[in-house]
């Protein structure tokens, strides 16, 4: 059972990813905390990656399916996996189908978790994280100031570089331009399963399973 996730910023598809990772025993792969982990490394290729997500630009496809390419290598045959937001551009969809059935893998469905774009700014301008044990936190539900500690580990809380509004807007207009050609491809496929992602995670969860 493999499957590829989308959704716009906001959306909480990284939420729904665990949610049926952990419900059908599938390897999580989200392709942006993949690149965010080795932009903290200390290379060439950490040093690109890291200037591309400071800017708010896509990671070429040939990087993107090397790197991934060696984390499906890592999940055993037995398990399958869900992609989070890849493929993400139209190049990237034969060479990562390609790289999967290298592994005996091929894409059973893909998940749309549609939002309305101002509804992903108000989200996502409300996250934010804890510096020391990398929760995620929500202004309003987890914390009520952003000058708050941690609830869980008392430590600093930030938010990341790229959830300013200019980053928030540059990243949405990358995603409508870029990916949604995607998700239109495996629509046309009729692969596609699209959900109402304005609902609460639980709704937009029990949908997933139902339209499954």
């Given at each position: 059972?493999?499957?590829?996730?989308?959704?716009?910023?906001?959306?909480?598809?990284?939420?729904?990813?665990?949610?049926?990772?952990?419900?059908?025993?599938?390897?999580?792969?989200?392709?942006?905390?993949?690149?965010?982990?080795?932009?903290?490394?200390?290379?060439?290729?950490?040093?690109?990656?890291?200037?591309?997500?400071?800017?708010?630009?896509?990671?070429?496809?040939?990087?993107?399916?090397?790197?991934?390419?060696?984390?499906?290598?890592?999940?055993?045959?037995?398990?399958?996996?869900?992609?989070?937001?890849?493929?993400?551009?139209?190049?990237?969809?034969?060479?990562?189908?390609?790289?999967?059935?290298?592994?005996?893998?091929?894409?059973?469905?893909?998940?749309?978790?549609?939002?309305?774009?101002?509804?992903?700014?108000?989200?996502?301008?409300?996250?934010?994280?804890?510096?020391?044990?990398?929760?995620?936190?929500?202004?309003?539900?987890?914390?009520?100031?952003?000058?708050?500690?941690?609830?869980?580990?008392?430590?600093?809380?930030?938010?990341?570089?790229?959830?300013?509004?200019?980053?928030?807007?540059?990243?949405?207009?990358?995603?409508?331009?870029?990916?949604?050609?995607?998700?239109?491809?495996?629509?046309?496929?009729?692969?596609?399963?699209?959900?109402?992602?304005?609902?609460?995670?639980?709704?937009?969860?029990?949908?997933?399973?139902?339209k499954l």
């Amino acid at each position: 059972m493999n499957f590829i996730i989308f959704g716009p910023q906001g959306s909480g598809k990284g939420t729904q990813a665990e949610k049926l990772a952990e419900k059908f025993n599938l390897s999580h792969l989200e392709t942006g905390q993949i690149f965010r982990d080795i932009a903290q490394e200390d290379s060439l290729l950490s040093a690109k990656i890291s200037a591309l997500i400071k800017a708010g630009e896509v990671v070429p496809d040939d990087i993107t399916v090397e790197i991934l390419q060696r984390f499906v290598a890592q999940v055993p045959a037995e398990q399958g996996l869900i992609l989070d937001c890849a493929p993400r551009t139209l190049g990237q969809i034969e060479p990562v189908e390609t790289m999967m059935a290298q592994h005996s893998r091929k894409i059973e469905k893909a998940i749309y978790i549609s939002l309305p774009y101002e509804q992903s700014v108000a989200r996502i301008t409300k996250r934010y994280l804890c510096a020391a044990c990398a929760k995620p936190l929500v202004l309003g539900r987890d914390i009520e100031n952003a000058t708050d500690s941690c609830p869980t580990c008392g430590g600093q809380i930030t938010q990341r570089a790229d959830d300013t509004p200019e980053g928030i807007s540059k990243r949405l207009d990358i995603f409508y331009a870029v990916t949604l050609p995607v998700i239109e491809e495996y629509r046309k496929r009729g692969m596609l399963i699209e959900i109402d992602g304005s609902q609460n995670v639980e709704a937009v969860f029990a949908d997933i399973i139902a339209k499954l």
